[in-house]
């Protein structure tokens, strides 16, 4: 019963197959490999659109790498106060900015509301040499929260940074667990709402490690393969990240494998819903779920197993009662590789059944 994360998942079938296929034979190094070439070409139809693609190995360089790229270092990088950049990056995207500011913004469920934004913008204003210059807005779909931003939502927030004169740039380590769930097109919830750069995820949601740096204006991407190779993420055997991408993409993979992941924590979420003492924090949209159990519940999932991770009360804002002393606040996150017998089993010692 491993709630821990959904990067405790290995990789899926598929996706090892295809590394395994392309493993066959020579292909061109440092991501001029066909493989690599796919993997764009199929991006480019995802997302409706002509792309800069970048592939890296982890979701940090992604990141990190897309605001270096649009984001001087003197800038300022806007962000959910408890976001993945802010809170669990060490620092990657200041080094990657060469000293950018991240400013954190607090904000419900993970989400960065149109007033906040553009009242934290103003605080920063432009010409004071005092003072950092707006740079970007990263938003985080899924949020750390496990909630999502609506199309409209990411297009009224760009729409305030874009008048202020900054990029948008989209974490999307999530992204496939959001749009089936959603559900909505690529485009509409990235480029069309007005994202600039996406970090596009595919390991949590199934590969190996593969991550891309989506340019939805490939004009900007101009310092992307230089400062690839200087972070050391252009890799010498680049078609592997190229294969990965293609396997993930080719079918409809990725959509099947988040479905998946999402429809576990659905049932987990009314499963522990029913269970009693248990409350829900923040509304389950995509395949994390954020839950108070009492504290007897998760002695009792403790002891049989159990595995998932405590949640920092300090990230607690929801609009119903704190944890009390004798509750434990927890992350459920479910993936493509979940098994229903342990969603079922943990839902059974949750409701007193077992
Ligand atoms: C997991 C995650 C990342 C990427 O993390 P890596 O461990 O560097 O691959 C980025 N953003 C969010 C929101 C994540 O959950």
Request: include cysteine; aromatic fraction near 8%; glycine fraction near 8%.
């Amino acid at each position: 019963m491993d709630f821990a994360s959904d990067n405790t998942a290995g990789a899926s079938q598929r996706i090892l197959d295809a590394i395994l296929a392309a493993n066959a034979g020579p292909a061109a190094a440092y991501g001029a490999d066909s493989f690599s070439a796919k993997a764009t070409e199929l991006l480019s139809e995802v997302f409706e659109k002509e792309i800069a693609c970048f592939l890296v190995a982890t979701g940090t360089a992604s990141n990190a790498l897309a605001l270096g790229a649009i984001c001087p270092p003197f800038g300022a990088v806007f962000c959910h106060q408890e976001s993945h950049i802010m809170e669990d990056e060490c620092g990657a995207p200041e080094m990657f900015t060469a000293g950018a500011k991240l400013v954190g913004i607090p904000g419900h469920a993970g989400k960065i509301g149109g007033e906040d934004l553009a009242a934290t913008i103003a605080a920063f204003p432009r010409g004071a040499v005092k003072q950092v210059q707006p740079a970007a807005l990263s938003l985080s779909q899924a949020t750390e929260s496990g909630t999502l931003y609506s199309c409209e939502e990411i297009s009224d927030l760009a729409a305030i940074a874009h008048g202020a004169g900054l990029e948008v740039h989209m974490d999307g380590a999530r992204f496939a667990n959001a749009l089936v769930a959603l559900p909505c097109k690529p485009a509409d919830m990235s480029w069309r709402a007005g994202v600039d750069v996406l970090s596009f995820g595919a390991t949590k949601n199934g590969a190996l490690a593969c991550e891309a740096v989506i340019f939805f204006d490939p004009a900007k991407a101009s310092s992307l393969p230089y400062q690839r190779k200087r972070s050391g993420h252009t890799l010498s055997k680049g078609r592997f990240l190229g294969a990965q991408m293609v396997a993930y993409l080719e079918d409809g993979h990725w959509l099947g494998l988040a479905k998946t992941a999402n429809a576990h924590a659905v049932r987990l979420a009314q499963g522990l819903a029913e269970a009693p003492g248990v409350r829900i924090v923040w509304p389950r949209q995509a395949n994390e779920i954020f839950a108070i159990l009492p504290r007897r519940t998760d002695t009792a999932l403790k002891a049989a197993g159990a595995l998932y991770y405590e949640w920092s009360s300090r990230r607690f804002d929801a609009g119903i009662a704190a944890p009390a002393q004798d509750e434990v606040f927890v992350r459920l996150v479910t993936s493509f590789a979940t098994l229903s017998s342990d969603v079922e089993r943990f839902v059974a010692i949750a409701q007193g059944r077992a």
